[in-house]
């Protein structure tokens, strides 16, 4: 499967769900101030487990950081 992921094409094992994408990158999709986008589209959390992902996807992800 290849997903575009910070603009970047890459190869991944099939993911069947965001959920199961983020744990091939080794994100914890439990911890909070995590944002995903798809295809320019940001996913709510509660869909995370559900929402299927295709070949040609692009995802981008957004951590909240603090500063001032």
Do not use: Y
């Not at 990158?25 to 995903?36: L, S």
């Not at 320019?40 to 500063?67: C, F, H, M, N, Y």
């Amino acid at each position: 499967m290849r997903i575009r992921l910070a603009g970047e094409l890459r190869e991944f094992d099939e993911a069947h769900s965001i959920n199961a994408f983020l744990s091939l990158i080794n994100i914890d999709a439990t911890k909070n101030g995590i944002a995903i986008a798809r295809n320019g589209v940001v996913i709510p959390k509660a869909k995370w487990q559900t929402e299927p992902l295709a070949d040609g996807d692009s995802i981008e992800i957004v951590r909240a950081s603090q500063g001032g």
